[in-house]
Nanobody
Framework: QLQASGGGLVQAGGSLRLSCAASGRTFSTIHMGWFRQAPGKEREIVAR????????YYADSVKGRFTITRDNAKNTVYLQMNSLEPEDTAVYYC????????????WGQGTLVTVSS
């Protein structure tokens, strides 16, 4: 089970940190990702991090602004979002998968991020 939190309303240029708390499995063996879905658009990958934290990917649109990290002792993955833009407005979802290249098997409920101009 995944529980995302940390969304909210922020002005352009501001920052937010999203958190996703996991339960039910050995978190340190699970690969995690953050996705987002803006109104009228398809869901897209934002960032992902391997189980051990050594392999990280960012979408081009967020490179240099967003940072994904994880704390396996706290069963939590984070998404630090800086220099937010109105185009970042979306519902953000955390997701988990048990293999590096498989489908994401588990999804959180989503947290809304709204960036005002």
């Amino acid at each position: 089970q995944l529980q995302a939190s940390g969304g909210g309303l922020v002005q352009a240029g501001g920052s937010l940190r999203l958190s996703c708390a996991a339960s039910g499995r050995t978190f340190s063996t699970i690969h995690m990702g953050w996705f987002r879905q803006a109104p009228g658009k398809e869901r897209e990958i934002v960032a992902r991090i391997s189980a051990g934290g050594g392999i990280i990917y960012y979408a081009d649109s967020v490179k240099g602004r967003f940072t994904i990290t994880r704390d396996n002792a706290k069963n939590t993955v984070y998404l630090q979002m800086n220099s937010l833009e109105p185009e970042d407005t979306a519902v953000y979802y955390c997701a988990a998968r048990t293999t590096m290249r498989g489908d994401y098997n588990y999804w959180g409920q989503g947290t809304l991020v709204t960036v005002s101009s």
